[in-house]
């Protein structure tokens, strides 16, 4: 498609659920970033993929959080057991990662229109 | 997860005037820089950036203005329009050139229009 896609756009759960959000990114983009974004927050960086393997998982607060990626394309981060915390907007972002000969340059990011997640 | 935001300052400006959002980053060793803009409901869209070896860049009604001395960041709205209403991040890089990267964003200020 012509840019980030992001689904579902709106997902409300219950407590203790499993949800799986899902990134559809630009075409021939080769990293792809998650984040989190609380309400009238900033940017919180969840993990990174450069093609289908993630060099940083840093972010991901606890090991309910997982995410895939398949080859380099869609990728799923799922949440295990949701908590009231869990609520936000989850935003996908990928960007054209080259090869250099001073290694791997980061290209512009673009991102999704985000996933917002209610856990009642 | 690394949380880069607090409750997000708020910048108000008469239409037509001028805008500046200013930035400050933690990373001496940082060398590429976004602006992000981030409008209610959707993702951040890119606006301008800035590489370490500069210290002002211009766009269309925009310029971006970076102080290596003090890492500090600063975005120039030039004639500030209704439709420039939005969150603006900064982003800092630390190594363009690096085989793992991280965009690190800052913490956010919301642009609001008085008209």
């Known amino acids: 498609g012509a840019g980030v896609s992001q689904s579902p756009s709106n997902k409300v759960t219950e407590k203790g659920k499993d949800v799986e959000l899902r990134c559809d990114p630009i075409s021939g983009h080769t990293a792809l970033y998650w984040y989190r974004q609380r309400l009238g927050q900033g940017l919180e960086f969840l993990i990174y993929f450069q093609g289908n393997s993630a060099p940083d998982k840093s972010g991901l607060p606890s090991d309910r959080f997982s995410a895939e990626r398949t080859g380099e394309s869609v990728s799923t981060l799922t949440i295990q057991r949701t908590q009231q915390e869990d609520s936000a907007v989850y935003l996908c972002?990928?960007?054209?990662?080259?090869?250099?000969?001073?290694?791997?340059?980061?290209?512009?990011?673009?991102f999704g229109e985000g996933s917002r997640l209610t856990v009642l | 997860g690394e949380s880069v935001g607090l409750h997000l300052p708020t910048l108000s400006v008469q239409e037509g005037d001028n805008s500046i959002i200013n930035c400050a980053y933690s990373n001496s060793a940082s060398d590429y820089f976004i602006w992000y803009k981030q409008e209610s409901g959707k993702g951040p869209q890119f606006i301008i950036d800035?590489?370490?070896?500069?210290d002002k860049r211009q766009g269309q009604r925009v310029t971006v203005l970076l102080n290596k001395t003090v890492k500090h960041l600063s975005l120039q709205i030039a004639a500030t329009q209704p439709g420039d209403s939005a969150v603006y991040f900064c982003?800092?890089?630390?190594?363009?050139?690096?085989?793992?990267?991280?965009?690190?964003f800052g913490s956010g200020t919301r642009l609001s229009i008085r008209p």
């Open positions: 972002a990928s960007s054209l990662a080259m090869r250099t000969s001073g290694g791997v340059y980061t290209g512009e990011l673009f």
């Open positions: 800035i590489r370490s070896n500069m």
């Open positions: 982003a800092e890089i630390p190594g363009r050139y690096s085989s793992a990267s991280k965009i690190i």
